[in-house]
């Protein structure tokens, strides 16, 4: 987190990168109804951030947001920050659902997301290796995949689902709306669906199809500009 920027027009100022986890910050801030301004940031040909993102994290990664002094980087610090300054209670979990809230809120970027960008580095590595050895390559990510990767993407598969059926077609945490849980693991979800669809049960599928319905996702999406994650 830095101090610089001040936006005159004391609105929150999404920092966006195309097809990335910003997207999580347009639904949050929709589903609140809170004023902001979007910055749009394009990724390079070799998929990158761009170096200008780097002025408001050095690591040059989105999402950032800056709000007044604030610049703050990392979508879940960005998500709790939000809702604790601007959610007037809402999006909060009920008490039966905090520890799922704070589990899942954690998981979704400490335990799947290295695992899915791993397999997408895989996959990239694959794809650019010259022909001529790349059958070797592929057949090598391939075995590393399902030997390091897919087992435990396949139990966090399971245990989402668990939680899914458990609340039986609610909110992770089993409320009347999205928590910060929500807003963190449709990004995994939504990478899951298109690397491993075949690790997602039923109610997992169900869940990320009313996501992509609700008004708020879709008012997000058509602000952020094509995203390949969603419908
Ligand atoms: N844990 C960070 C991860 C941030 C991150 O890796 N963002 C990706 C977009 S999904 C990015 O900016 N990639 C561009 C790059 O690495 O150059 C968060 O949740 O905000």
């Excluded at 990392?74 to 520890?99: D, F, H, L, M, W």
């Amino acid at each position: 987190m830095t101090d610089t920027a001040v936006n005159e027009n004391g609105k929150i100022i999404v920092h966006h990168l195309n097809n990335s986890r910003s997207q999580r910050i347009l639904w949050l801030l929709e589903e609140l109804g809170v004023a902001y301004e979007i910055k749009k940031y394009q990724r390079t040909p070799g998929l990158t951030a761009p170096e200008e993102l780097k002025a408001v994290n050095p690591i040059g990664t989105a999402p950032v947001i800056t709000d007044g002094s604030v610049n703050l980087a990392e979508s879940g610090a960005i998500i709790e920050y939000i809702i604790r300054k601007y959610g007037n209670g809402r999006a909060r979990p009920p008490a039966s659902g905090e520890v799922h809230d704070l589990y899942w809120l954690h998981a979704a970027e400490g335990s799947l997301m290295p695992l899915g960008v791993n397999a997408y580095i895989m996959r990239i590595i694959t794809e650019r290796t010259p022909w001529l050895i790349r059958p070797l390559v592929s057949f090598l990510m391939s075995k590393l995949r399902a030997r390091v990767i897919d087992p435990r993407l396949r139990v966090h598969a399971q245990l989402i689902e668990q939680r899914l059926t458990e609340v039986d077609g609610g909110w992770i945490a089993d409320g009347e709306e999205p928590t910060a849980a929500d807003y963190m693991m449709i990004f995994p979800l939504e990478c899951m669906s298109q690397l491993c669809p075949e690790f997602l049960g039923i109610n997992t599928e169900r869940y990320l199809r009313r996501v992509h319905e609700r008004p708020a996702y879709r008012r997000g999406l058509e602000i952020g500009g094509k995203y390949d994650y969603a419908p």
